[in-house]
Each structure stands twice: as C-alpha cells, then as structure tokens.
C-alpha cells in the first residue's frame, strides 16, 4: 500500500505565504513524477504544479513567479511553498505521485487526501 499523507495548509491573509507538504510512504524505491493539484469549491481539479525525479518543474501559469515546488528523493516528500496567496487560490490541495516502485508492486498513480488552504482578502 502506498500512502500520501499532506501537511501543511490553513488560513492566511492574501498576499501572505503557507507552505504544505507530503510524504509518501510504503515500501517505496522510487517515485517518477510528484505534484500539486487543487480543487476550488464548485470546480473542476485543476494541476497546480508537478516536480520530476530530476528536478524538471512545470507549473500552472495561474501561480508561476509565486509557488515553488521542490521534493526530496531520499525522503519521498514533496513541497509546495505558497507566497503572494490570493484568493482564488483558496481551495483544497491534494498531493500527486505517479510511477511508484515499491519493494512490492508498480503503482501508477496515487493521491493524498487533501488540505484545505484557504486565502481571505
């Protein structure tokens, strides 16, 4: 069984800053691709920012030059440090790993259960 477990999130006055962040766990060797996706209330998921095993990043361009993600292989964690918040960008993030070897399986994609960031003006 693998599991991601988010950290992180709450409330916060827009142009301030929150950080969340999610471990993976369950007997895992590698994850290929983490990320950040979110879901406002009465709307679609939509992709926030994503982190290969490498390093190569891409991001929405909703929330380029503010978020940054990062990740730390050795810790299966991913990171999303949030800055200039608005509050469009209240909604519940979830956090994504795709390409999961573990001692056991392949699993090919897995989701947290969510935090709820939430940004008033």
């Known amino acids: 069984q693998v599991h991601l477990v988010e950290s992180g999130g709450g409330l916060v006055q827009a142009g301030g800053s929150l950080s969340v962040s999610c471990a993976a766990s369950?007997?895992?060797?590698?994850?290929?691709?983490m990320g950040w996706y979110r879901q406002a209330p009465g709307k679609q998921r939509e992709l926030v920012a994503t982190?290969?095993?490498?390093?190569?990043?891409n991001y929405a361009n909703s929330v380029k030059g503010r978020f940054t993600i990062s990740r730390d292989n050795a810790k299966n964690t991913v990171y999303l440090q949030m800055n200039s918040l608005k509050p469009e960008d209240t909604a519940v993030y979830y956090c994504?790993?795709?390409?999961?070897?573990?001692?056991?399986?392949?699993?090919?994609?897995?989701w947290g259960q969510g935090t709820q960031v939430i940004v008033y003006p």
């Open positions: 369950g007997s895992i060797i590698s994850i290929n691709a």
């Open positions: 982190i290969g095993r490498g390093g190569n990043t």
């Open positions: 994504n790993a795709q390409g999961i070897n573990t001692w056991a399986v392949y699993k090919t994609e897995s």
